[in-house]
């Protein structure tokens, strides 16, 4: 029978900035299935794993699907009421600025707009930030600083169309993944040099034709020393330099200052002085050079400053604007550039306009008809926090953000959220940060909402609905529009949909705007339902005179008051909390290749946790020695804000006293693993950008006497272990326990926790030195519903087969239910190892079978198995995995 077909609909990818196009679907059994939109500029059809994975993560498990008020389900009219009195109250009590939103680029431009223009227009006050604050807020520092007006100037072509493209703190090929393998492609045919600046040898640096793993911290130095070679070395654009800029002699006196020659740079960066040459000249000899980057230039307390010592080298050589050309600022939600655009952060207005011009108030005030309008920047990130822990916020609401995982010195900011009077949260599930809720709103997710968002390349896509609004699930714009209305502004939001909210955003963009502004959408002002629809992707600007731009800063005109940029001298400033004798490791996060943020979405599906089921702890060959500490020890990690504890992987990716910890386990899904309590929440000075890449800390080896796995269907929540991790697989759940206790105190305790739920037979067994535990749970059908296996640490026999009984749920055979006990089936089936392609779910045995083949590339393993030949951001794990394999076989 033919399948009836289903409209595939037209949306964009929710996860990071590359804003990949995607066509989904609901296919006649119900489940959800993607593909790469062919037409998207962004992707041309590609999707990256966690992309290709969408369709998996849009079931309702988890969901919050009702309004909560003091975790008891409520009306929409009860939890309404109730947050617009309680923020009306606060406010007439003790002012505006008692209360505040905190904010995320995980929601759609049209929920930004109007949660910006209700606090910031009617309550009164600025104290709206945002997740960006912790993620591009030195970007749009350094973008204001240097051209007037925090714009990217460049296009995703300029990744294709350039000769050298510098990656600083940048793992592209994990984090960018699409864009990463454009920039592959175009060097496959031009030859493209790529030159990676990261402490860690990421996988984006594996492939690099030169890594300089500089220290942490040291990018301003790098850069200055660029811009003082690129002086020396007469490659300066004098004429763009003198027409189009000012500042260049300060700044190169700053530069000069601090980088006297290559080899002081060399030192002062950690790395080898040929390396630095190399760099330096082939960025002099090379006219189409971009220099992308990301969080290991953002997220630090100079953060601002290494924007600006990269682009000075940018404008001094006139390589802006141009094809191929340019400093590209990688973004890294979906929507942080929509967020930046409506004003987001606490110290921007709307529209790209700022409290620092009396004149953009009124004109904002005015557009509004707004005259209670906040006149001063409101408290970033950080201290926004801080005054919500000691009260001087008294009511604050939380949007799409996770921040009792993802804020640094999160321990504080989950006192804060205790401490604070009134916590509103809306999300689309539970998380660590609804468990503050005292109202808890449900939210529409990916599939569900509708509206616009703006990728890296400025670019506005539109995400489309194709599911249906779940239980009493409302999307966020709505949810704002009425609480507002219940404060009284509902002159002001009396929206029917996010088109018309879209309009509006864009009429404020042209409004008085002779050009002073380039971010200006005016041709949407009035677009229709249908054409709101029909949207096409577009990069702004794009004026109501129609005029447009893919690439903006080419013909030199810059939006600063005299029309030229401006080149900021920075130096190297020492890092803020240096490493000592108590604390002697620099401890650095950031992301895994499958997982996002905190893995409410990406930790549901088994391929996108398989290949890193653990959160683990990354440390040199050196300190593992020095620490007394090999693969899969366990660790507690202490920094001055708090206490982690992960396992350990000895890499050879990190420099001796460095360590890295992914920023992604949260509360759901480990004890005590996650990166944000241990983080700084020292900021930059300018951008208020916390420094999550460097913390001083200390290593401690902890002493575990015995490990345990439970298999199961059920979703538990361990208490009283010192360390547990879940990890999704298909048809339940991996449970990784283990303690400090004896091995027999182990088994009581793991006992204890299975038993508290289970109902099934069970089938047990425990050694006759009462070391090693065995013991599986049989379902009414015959079928295995968990398995738990204890023995002291270092001895667990392998569990790929019991956990493959948990996905397949078929009643178990004779021989096979004698075997059980055993963790070993009775016909040997070889497993595929740990994912390496989560595109084609393949693991690293089978790689190692094709190796043992006879495959010798890369390129012949993808053609022998199709593994790293859809978003190949597996490809230089393949590499190691060849290069591996063969080494063994020649031993
Ligand atoms: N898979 C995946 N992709 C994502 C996300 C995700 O959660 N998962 N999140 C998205 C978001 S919101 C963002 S912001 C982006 C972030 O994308 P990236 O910025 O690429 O990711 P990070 O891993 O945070 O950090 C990048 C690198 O900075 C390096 N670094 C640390 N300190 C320094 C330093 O002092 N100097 C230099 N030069 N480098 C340093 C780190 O070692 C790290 O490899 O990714 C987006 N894409
Ligand atoms: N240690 C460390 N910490 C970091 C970083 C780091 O590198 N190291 N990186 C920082 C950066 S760059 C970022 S961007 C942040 C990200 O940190 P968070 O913003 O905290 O991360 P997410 O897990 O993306 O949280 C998004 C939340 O929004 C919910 N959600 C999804 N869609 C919607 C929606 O449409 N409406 C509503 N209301 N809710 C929705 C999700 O369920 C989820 O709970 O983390 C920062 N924290
Ligand atoms: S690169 Fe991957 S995560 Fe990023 S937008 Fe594209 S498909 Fe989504
Ligand atoms: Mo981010």
Redesign the pocket.
């Known amino acids: 029978m033919q399948e009836p077909a289903v409209a595939e609909v037209r949306t964009t990818c929710?996860y990071c900035g590359v804003g990949c196009g995607v066509l989904a679907r609901v296919t006649p059994d119900g489940s959800v299935s993607v593909r790469g939109d062919p037409e998207h500029p962004a992707n041309f059809g590609k999707l990256c794993s966690k992309g290709m994975a969408l369709g998996e993560t849009t079931g309702l498990e988890g969901r919050v699907l009702a309004p909560e008020i003091g975790g008891r389900e409520a009306s929409w009219d009860d939890a309404l009421d109730l947050v617009a009195r309680r923020f009306t109250d606060t406010v007439g009590r003790y002012g505006p600025d008692s209360v505040a939103f905190y904010v995320?680029?995980?929601?759609?431009t049209e929920?930004y707009y109007v949660a910006n223009k209700l606090m910031k227009g009617f309550i009164g006050s600025a104290n709206i930030d945002t997740?960006?604050r912790?993620?591009m807020a030195s970007s749009v520092a350094g973008h204001r600083r240097a051209f007037g007006e925090d714009i990217v100037p460049g296009i995703y072509e300029d990744f294709e169309q350039a000769d050298l493209v510098v990656l600083a703190g940048s793992n592209t090929a994990w984090c960018h993944p699409i864009i990463y393998q454009r920039l592959l492609a175009a060097r496959r045919k031009r030859g493209t040099k790529i030159v990676v600046v990261d402490p860690r040898r990421t996988a984006t640096a594996e492939e690099g034709d030169l890594h300089l793993a500089i220290d942490p911290g040291t990018d301003v130095l790098l850069f200055n020393g660029l811009l003082a070679h690129l002086a020396r070395s007469n490659v300066i654009d004098e004429s763009f330099v003198a027409g189009r800029t000012s500042g260049l002699a300060i700044a190169l006196d700053a530069a000069a200052a601090d980088a006297p020659s290559i080899e002081s740079v060399a030192e002062g960066c950690g790395l080898n002085s040929g390396d630095v040459r190399l760099f330096y000249e082939l960025f002099a000899a090379t006219e189409r050079s971009i220099t992308v980057y990301s969080?290991g230039v953002n997220?630090s307390v100079h953060g601002t400053d290494k924007v600006n010592a990269i682009i000075n080298c940018h404008l001094a050589t006139g390589r802006i604007g141009r094809p191929g050309m340019g400093a590209f600022s990688v973004t890294?939600?979906p929507n942080?550039m929509g967020g930046r655009e409506v004003g987001g952060l606490a110290n921007q207005l709307a529209a790209h306009m700022s409290f620092e011009s009396t004149q953009d108030i009124e004109t904002v005030s005015r557009f509004w008809n707004a005259p209670n309008i906040a006149r001063k920047a409101g408290l970033k990130a950080v201290d926004l926090f801080r005054a919500a822990g000691d009260g001087r916020v008294k009511a604050l609401w939380i949007?799409?953000?996770?921040?009792a995982?993802?804020?640094?010195d999160a321990g504080r900011v989950r006192a804060a959220l205790k401490a604070c009077d009134f916590v509103v949260v809306?999300?689309?599930?539970r998380?660590d940060?609804t468990r503050f809720a005292d109202v808890l709103l449900p939210?529409?997710?990916?599939g569900e909402?509708s509206g616009t968002v703006t990728n890296s390349e400025r670019r506005i896509s539109r995400q489309r609905p194709f599911l249906p609004l779940p239980g009493a699930a409302r999307p966020?714009w709505k949810i704002v529009c009425d609480v507002a209305r219940r404060m009284g502004y509902g002159h002001a939001f009396s929206f029917d949909g996010p088109a018309a909210i879209f309009r509006e955003h864009a009429a404020l963009s042209t409004y008085e705007n002779a050009g002073e502004r380039l971010f200006d959408i005016g041709a949407f002002a009035g677009v229709t339902e249908a054409e709101y629809d029909g949207f096409t992707p577009v990069c702004w600007p794009v004026s109501r005179d129609g005029a447009s731009a893919d690439r903006l800063f080419g013909d030199g005109c810059f939006p600063t008051a005299d029309g030229r940029a401006f080149f900021v001298a920075v130096r190297q400033q020492s890092v803020a909390q240096a490493v000592d004798a108590t604390r002697p490791i620099s401890l650095n996060?950031?992301?895994l290749r499958d997982q996002?943020?905190?893995?409410?979405?990406t930790g549901r599906v088994p391929r996108l946790m398989s290949n890193a089921p653990e959160p683990l702890l990354e440390i040199a060959a050196e300190d593992a020695i020095r620490y007394e500490l090999a693969d899969g020890d366990l660790a507690s990690v202490s920094s001055p804000y708090g206490l982690a504890r992960a396992k350990v992987k000895v890499s050879s990716s990190q420099k001796p006293s460095s360590a890295f910890l992914p920023?992604h386990w949260s509360g759901q899904f480990a004890a005590n693993a996650g990166?944000?309590p241990l983080?700084t929440p020292l900021a930059d000075a300018v951008s208020g950008q916390p420094e999550?890449?460097h913390v001083p800390v200390k290593i401690v080896r902890e002493e575990v006497a015995w490990q345990g796995v439970l298999i199961t269907r059920r979703y538990l929540r361990p208490t009283g272990f010192v360390h547990w991790s879940r990890q999704t697989v298909s048809g339940g759940w991996i449970y990784e326990l283990c303690g400090t206790e004896t091995p027999d105190q182990g088994i009581l305790l793991s006992r204890q926790f299975m038993e508290a739920y289970r109902r099934e037979e069970l089938l047990e067994y425990t050694d006759r030195r009462g070391l090693n535990y065995r013991a599986a749970a049989i379902d009414d059908d015959g079928a295995m519903a968990e398995a738990l296996l204890v023995s002291p640490q270092g001895q667990l026999p392998s569990r790929d087969w019991l956990v493959s009984l948990l996905g397949s749920r078929v009643p178990l055979s004779g021989a096979e239910r004698m075997a059980l006990l055993s963790g070993r089936s009775p016909v040997p089936t070889p497993s595929i190892g740990r994912i390496v392609c989560s595109c084609f779910n393949i693991g690293v045995n089978q790689i190692a079978v094709s190796v043992a083949a006879g495959c010798r590339s890369v390129g012949e393993i993808g053609e022998h198995i199709r593994a790293g030949t859809n978003c190949g951001s597996c490809r230089a794990e393949i590499r190691k995995i060849i290069d591996e394999a063969r080494l063994q076989a020649a031993e």
Do not use: E, F, Y
């Open positions: 929710p995320s680029g995980q929601l759609l929920d997740n960006s912790l993620c969080q997220q890294g939600q942080a949007m799409g953000t996770n921040p995982v993802s804020m640094p809306s999300d689309i599930i998380t940060t939210a529409a997710g990916w909402k966020d996060t950031g992301r996002w943020h905190t893995m409410t979405r920023m990166a944000g983080a999550l890449k």
